[in-house]
């Protein structure tokens, strides 16, 4: 059974960003969206090390909930597997 608090403590929302390209150096840090087609406002999403918000959407959460609408078409259940083995 994965433990998901685990993934949640071993992967902040910040290293999951860098990861995956986006210009994120430290918690606080705001980008363009990732997760909107045609975003272009510089300060519209913003991530923590516990949490992302995405202001244009309303749309946040924590890394699961990132990884998930990031990567894998909202599926938790999947993002959950993937970032079990990081």
Known sequence: MIDVSKIKESISCVDFARKNN???VKSGDRCVSPLRSGARNKTSFIVYDDHFYD???GIGGDVIDFAALLLYNGDKGRAIRELAKS
Do not use: A, D, R
């Open 22 to 24: 986006l210009p994120i």
């Open 55 to 57: 202001f244009g959407s």
